[in-house]
């Protein structure tokens, strides 16, 4: 079984890479990117920073004292992707480990001598996942003993004790190689190092120990705070502690947490993260636009944890957030030449940035960027979309579950189904048997599509001729399900409402007052002003239907909206009985919209999500 994830229990089984192949479509393009462009670029670039080089003991050492990190998740999207570079760069890695399975290019002669910085677990738990990865696809290799061999000197070197990793990630990486190795103490360890923080396991520093969840037991965290990444790597660390133990009580410590995370702390895309000095949630409706962080990496960790949630529960709403990140998060990480990258996504973007050759050495910019400083986004979506087809459809013992359709085809238990779609730009979703089985098949209907329907067409044959018609019938948000045996032919026809939507913020975010965003299907929209197109700090956007306008196969929008134009240089108050002084007329505009995740494609812009809107 080819997953990333791959619990002994819970109410679905994650189907993996050898049960769901893409077809091209939306997410089958990028993952073939991904396999053709994005994973050699990656290789390339850190040839040519130095960080594969300090594998090979060249020094002067370059990169960040994780760096080792990136290597690993390059090589955990190599063994996904079964790319031929993997052995070779593995043996770099066997070269380099050390007699007792110690290995950390940066730390060597000087181990675990900073673990709030230090970053040493948090590189095995990178190296570890993509020893799990190779295991699952290809079997014992290189990798697979340098990946055990380094598990195995972190439990005998940490089993005692009270420390544990400034950066979570470890902990997961442990439950998985237990899962595939079945050895306990990989589980026993990853359930200590969840049990150590926050009694508390590190040292204070500036940003307080919050910054690494360390500052209370996990069991009595209320919300998820601090560092994003950090926060949702170790909270998929403890779900899998919690399933593989049969914690409930943590398993529910986690689900309370996400729930209030995600109903205070995230923002319309699915990201996370709205303070920058430490890359961290803010507080509650602590959601600015234009200072959103929303860390790439950070939306690949919520998906994660989504997904895990999902498989421990069943419950929709995992998969709904997954959707929304996954389509307006992931899919905007990366370019369309699948060659840069954003770090950060906020949801406004004022001026356009200056075009950068090179590195980006800060994690801001309106462009994506070739690689940073810090290129963990780059190489994490390199291993998501990688091995992306592990995350669309589950089993369980009644049958089989679509939550995120896309065109494919699944096989389980001796069905077989193709999936036909032109989501997320269109609303039908067909299912198709392409060998009969047992089982009812499950979709989802997210919760924005209340008006959706389904029907079932058997498939006619001599004996059984097709009845009067398909029975259409409606289906509410959550799964609509079939039931089986099935033949090859049948289908199953979903048809989701596609029309364009407005969405209100809560009054509670105080940032996003009197705007509004536009949505259609899973899509978040955004203003984007290439040149001369309107200044989008001018306008006021009206509250009445889009228009659609497909171009290239992309569904964009337009909006009415009127613009002052004057420069407005009065005093911009007024007292709460008069008005501001808004001098000049304003001229009515049709504004484009286009998807949040094809921002920033067309040259420097400026952008935003939230559009200022009349005041009823
Ligand atoms: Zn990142």
């Known amino acids: 079984m080819a997953n990333p994830v791959l619990p002994s229990s819970g109410v679905l089984s994650p189907l993996g890479l050898d049960a769901v ?58 063994a996904w992707a079964d790319h031929p570079a993997l052995p070779a760069l593995a043996e770099t890695m066997a070269q380099a480990q050390e007699g007792d399975g110690y290995l950390n290019t940066r730390w060597s002669g000087s181990r675990y001598t900073d673990f709030e910085w230090g970053h040493e677990l948090y590189c095995y738990g990178h190296l570890i996942q993509a020893g799990v990865a190779r295991l699952r696809m290809h079997g014992e290799d290189r990798l697979t003993q340098v990946a055990i061999k380094a ?47 926050g009694l508390p396991a590190l040292a204070d520093i500036p940003f307080g120990r919050a910054y690494f969840q360390d500052d209370m037991p996990v069991r009595q965290a209320q919300v998820f705070r601090g560092h994003v990444v950090r926060a949702l790597y170790l909270a998929s660390g403890v779900v899998d502690v919690a399933v593989e133990t049969g914690d409930q009580e943590l398993l529910k410590a986690v689900e309370a947490q996400w729930e209030r995370t995600v109903a205070r702390r995230t923002h319309l895309t699915g990201g996370m993260g709205s303070r920058h000095i430490d890359e961290s949630y803010g507080d509650d409706y602590e959601l600015p636009p234009d200072r959103a962080y929303n860390e790439t990496c950070a939306s690949i960790a919520s998906i994660m944890l989504a997904h895990r949630l999902l498989l421990a529960t069943g419950d929709a709403r995992y998969a709904d957030l997954a959707e929304r990140t996954l389509y307006n998060m992931l899919a905007t990480g990366v370019a369309l030449d699948g060659r840069s990258f954003f770090y950060a996504n906020p949801l406004q973007v004022r001026v356009p940035a200056v075009p950068l050759e090179g590195v980006n050495h800060a994690a801001e910019g309106g462009l994506r960027s070739p690689w940073f400083d810090v290129s963990c986004c780059p190489h994490n979506i390199a291993r998501t979309l990688a091995s992306l087809p ?55 209907v997210p919760a924005w599509a209340t008006d959706a329907t389904l029907a079932h067409v058997p498939a006619s044959s001599p004996e059984s001729p097709l009845p009067e018609g398909p029975v259409i019938r409606p289906v509410d948000p959550g799964y609509a399900y079939v039931d089986g045996p099935w033949q090859a032919g049948d289908e199953i026809r979903l048809e989701l409402p596609m029309a364009p ?29 290439v040149g001369d197109e309107p200044r989008l700090g001018d306008l006021t956007a009206r509250v009445l239907p889009p228009e659609e306008r497909e171009a290239d196969g992309v569904v964009e929008l337009e909006v009415a909206a009127s613009l002052r134009s004057g420069d407005g240089d009065g005093w911009p108050y007024a007292p709460a009985d008069g008005r501001a002084d808004e001098s000049a007329e304003p001229t009515d505009v049709t504004l484009r919209l286009v998807p949040y995740h094809r921002w920033g494609n067309r040259g420097p812009a400026t952008m935003r999500v939230w559009l200022p809107i009349q005041e009823k």
């Open 390 to 444: 592990a995350y669309l459809a589950t089993s369980s013992a009644d049958g089989i579950q679509i939550h995120h359709p896309t065109p494919s085809e699944i096989r389980h238990g001796g069905l077989a189904v193709r999936v036909e779609t032109g989501y997320p730009w269109a609303g039908s979703v067909t299912v198709r048997v392409l060998e009969g089985g047992e089982g009812r098949i499950g979709l989802r």
């Open 501 to 529: 939507r407005w969405t209100l913020p809560d009054r509670r975010i105080d940032a996003l007052r009197g705007s509004a965003a536009v949505e259609r299907g899973p899509l978040v929209y955004c203003a984007e002003s």
């Open 151 to 197: 598990a195995d000197h972190v439990c005998r070197r940490f089993m005692e004790g009270t420390r544990t990793c400034g950066h979570p990630v470890i902990e997961m990486a442990l439950v998985e190689l237990y899962r595939v190795t079945g050895t306990e103490r990989y589980l026993e360890m990853a359930r200590r190092f969840v049990e150590r923080r």
């Open 21 to 78: 192949r893409l077809n091209p479509g939306f997410w089958g393009d990028r993952a073939a990117l991904n396999r053709e462009v994005t994973i050699a670029h990656c290789q390339e670039w850190e040839e040519r920073e130095g960080w594969i080089g300090n594998f090979r003991g060249e020094r002067p050492r370059r990169g960040r004292e994780f760096s080792d990190s990136e290597t690993y998740k390059l090589l955990e999207a190599m």
